[in-house]
């Protein structure tokens, strides 16, 4: 049975791997398919791609992307799949949302330093920015961990990062179904991802699928790896009552984590894969978008 990871991370967002070593992670982990799906940012795939191609390793790499959104005053993320990576609209966007990460990061390390004393957060953000694309939260957690002020990521954002956050004020992301045109229009498929980490409550929940269908989208992530067996069957059962494909991903970004690369993404067996629809039709339509938008 071939194995499927759609949700991973590099060095280009948040990921501790760069995109070359990430392919070969997961080769080691016997992933079939694995989508790159970095924070707002496609800046991975050039790299990655070349790997494969060079060392002709057996893996179907497939253009991803992790898209923020906001809905009803909270980030939604989507997952976009199998899109023509130069598509111009789809990269404005992406450079947008960037943007926006990197003001926020100026608002959340002065923040910090106001009101905790503690300095040259944005300093050193200036050195990670220079490896990567995407700045996140995670990068200033790493860098509080780094200046002994927390032992692990789930400590500092509680002790600071979720008060800096609302600190840097309304939320300025695309909205949801600004993501998925963007997605559609580059030819791709657009997932929403980890929809249990939302702590949703059931109207709301629901209220997000009716919206999220609405607007286009066309898959749900059903299975991820920090998952109950009654949670995933949960989300496939959803997934059917909406009409949506099922997608599967670990959400990796270090080796040997709760999330590696490729584990525990069985989908239940009435769930429709998502990879199923990767038709003769849809290598037609992300051909001829590739075709006007190629390098």
């Given amino acids: 049975m071939k194995i499927y990871d759609l949700h991973s991370h590099t060095t280009a967002s948040d990921g501790q791997l760069s995109p070359t070593a990430l392919v070969q992670r997961a080769v080691q982990q016997q992933v079939d398919a694995l989508a790159i ?7 991975g795939w050039l790299e990655a791609s070349e790997a494969v191609q060079k060392q002709k390793l057996p893996l179907q790499l497939v253009t991803g992307v992790e898209i923020t959104c906001q809905w009803q005053q909270r980030e939604i993320h989507l997952v976009g799949l199998r899109f023509a990576v130069n598509h111009p609209s789809l990269q404005s966007l ?6 926006y990460r990197y003001q926020r990061a100026q608002v959340i390390a002065d923040y910090l330093a106001q009101q905790h004393g503690i300095m040259g957060i944005w300093q050193s953000l200036q050195h990670v920015n220079a490896k990567a694309t ?4 995670s990068h200033i957690a790493n860098l509080l961990i780094q200046k002994h002020y927390g032992h692990y990521p789930a ?3 509680q002790r600071y990062l979720i008060d800096a956050t609302r600190a840097v004020g309304e939320l300025a992301w695309c909205s949801l179904e600004q993501a998925i045109q963007q997605i559609q229009q580059a030819g791709g498929q657009a997932v929403l991802a980890h929809p249990d980490r939302y702590a949703l409550k059931e109207p709301q929940f629901l209220e997000l699928l009716n919206e999220f ?3 286009g989208g066309q898959a749900l992530e059903v299975a991820y790896s920090r998952q109950t067996t009654p949670q995933r069957q949960r989300l496939s059962l959803y997934a059917q009552r909406y009409q949506l494909l099922a997608s599967a991903g670990s959400d990796f970004h270090y080796p040997g984590g709760v999330n590696e690369l490729g584990r525990n993404l069985l989908l239940p067996s009435s769930s429709r894969a998502i990879w199923l629809s990767w038709g003769e039709q849809q290598r037609v339509m992300n051909k001829s978008v590739e075709q006007q938008y190629s390098l």
Avoid: M
Wanted: hydrophobic residues 30%.
């Fill in 94 to 99: 992406l450079s947008q949302q960037r943007q």
């Fill in 134 to 137: 995407a700045l996140t939260r």
């Fill in 37 to 43: 799906t970095d924070h707002d940012s496609t800046e």
């Fill in 213 to 215: 269908q609405a607007a």
């Fill in 155 to 157: 400590q500092v954002f």
